[in-house]
């Protein structure tokens, strides 16, 4: 049945201040095939890429433009430029499904990256990887992760990049649950969350629910054996 609701992805609007929802019928209809099970590994590779640049559409609707003047082969004329310099920041493993199409979308951002894993036990994240020079040389920095669970992982990666100098963050995902959300909230509400769809709940296992599973495995065929 049609569901002629253009933002009724938007669950619960205004509960969570420091999240946007793409409400977009594009990301929508990508993020149902993406969370279906029968989806295999390479068109979930493909919708993950298809989906990162909408999302990275929404998430620099606030970049701020410089006016510039310049010329078409016809006249001289208004025009505006981004001056701000981004980083783009994926955390491993499943962060790197979305870097090919953000610096796609972004062709002068810089990629950082950060490793990390969600112990099985504690559900705490653990960080194995991080090779971030000294200062960070970038106005914004974007976090690619497609899942926000607790949100142990963002907000760990949060405080790394505050640590090494980032003054503008915002965390780029696909599905993100509640508790994740309240945690950034609480630990970073000056970090703005884009998703593709904020799901119902975590699971005992801290597992998003409905969610998709597991976005590394799904991502990389891994998780058979
Ligand atoms: C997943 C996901 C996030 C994290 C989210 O990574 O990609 O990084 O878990 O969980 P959290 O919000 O509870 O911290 P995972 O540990 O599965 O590692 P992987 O990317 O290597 O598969």
Not at 41 to 58: D, M
Not at 81 to 88: A, E, F, Y
Not at 163 to 168: C, E, K, L, R, V
């Amino acid at each position: 049945m049609s569901d002629r609701t253009p933002a009724a992805a938007t669950a619960a609007p205004g509960t969570f201040p420091n999240l946007h929802v793409s409400g977009h019928p594009l990301v929508r209809h990508k993020v149902t095939l993406l969370s279906d099970e029968r989806t295999d590994t390479k068109l979930f590779r493909e919708l993950v890429r298809e989906l990162t640049p909408l999302l990275l559409y929404e998430a620099t609707a606030d970049l701020p433009t410089t006016a510039i003047r310049y010329r078409t082969p016809l006249e001289e004329t208004d025009g505006a430029q981004i001056d701000v310099r981004i980083g783009l920041v994926p955390i491993l493993r499943a962060g790197l499904g979305l870097v090919e199409a953000a610096i796609d979308a972004l062709p002068r951002a810089e990629v950082w990256h950060l490793g990390m894993y969600r112990d099985e036990a504690t559900h705490r994240p653990v960080s194995y990887y991080n090779r971030l020079p000294e200062r960070c040389p970038d106005d914004l920095v974007i976090v690619l992760d497609p899942m926000l669970a607790t949100g142990g992982s963002a907000s760990d990666a949060a405080t790394v990049l505050k640590d090494w100098g980032a003054q503008w963050i915002k965390f780029v995902g696909i599905k993100a649950a509640p508790e994740g959300v309240a945690l950034m909230a609480s630990d970073h509400p000056d970090v703005q969350l884009y998703a593709a769809s904020l799901d119902r709940e975590l699971d005992a296992n801290r597992f998003i629910r409905p969610g998709l599973g597991d976005a590394g495995d799904r991502l990389f065929g891994t998780g058979q054996g």
